[in-house]
């Protein structure tokens, strides 16, 4: 299990047209050693867990900055559930400290706002993607 990498889907759920951090985090993240794929942009949280479902992702990393990123990640969390999928969750983008919490409670993993670090985030992924269920 340790040869195989971990496979990381980007996605840039809803209307927001900006993705140019999402194709950053993608780039860090496979500099690092990580197999990404890119969803694109306008993606909705049934395209994610399609894509989620077919590349076999061992994490999910949600890029938002249009502010819906409760609604989106609740959507996501339980839509995963519905499908039994259980990959690790990640939202980044512009999110208010106010709203970690909320994400957290339902299900995401981290939360790593606009300015994280990517190997901070490339190290969160590495430590707690569950790699033995794939």
């Known amino acids: 299990m340790a040869d195989k990498p971990i496979r990381v889907l980007i996605a840039k759920p809803g209307l927001d ?3 140019r951090g999402a194709k950053v985090v993608a780039l860090a993240l ?3 050693g990580f197999e990404v794929i890119y969803s694109g942009l306008h993606q909705t949280v049934e395209q994610i867990v399609s894509i989620a479902l077919q590349e076999d ?3 999910i990393g949600l890029s938002v900055l249009s502010g819906a990123h409760v609604p ?5 969390m ?3 559930a519905a499908n039994e ?3 690790l969750v990640i939202v980044g983008g512009n999110i208010p400290a ?4 909320a994400l957290l409670e339902l299900g995401v993993a981290a939360v790593f706002p606009t300015g994280s670090a990517f190997g901070d985030i490339a190290d969160f992924i590495r430590y707690n993607a ?5």
């Open 72 to 76: 989106i990640s609740q959507n996501l």
């Open 85 to 87: 999928l259980t990959p």
């Open 57 to 59: 992702v061992h994490a």
């Open 17 to 19: 047209g900006h993705d």
């Open 30 to 32: 496979r500099d690092a």
């Open 130 to 134: 569950r790699l033995e269920e794939h």
């Open 78 to 80: 339980a839509q995963l």
């Open 98 to 101: 106010r709203d970690r919490e």
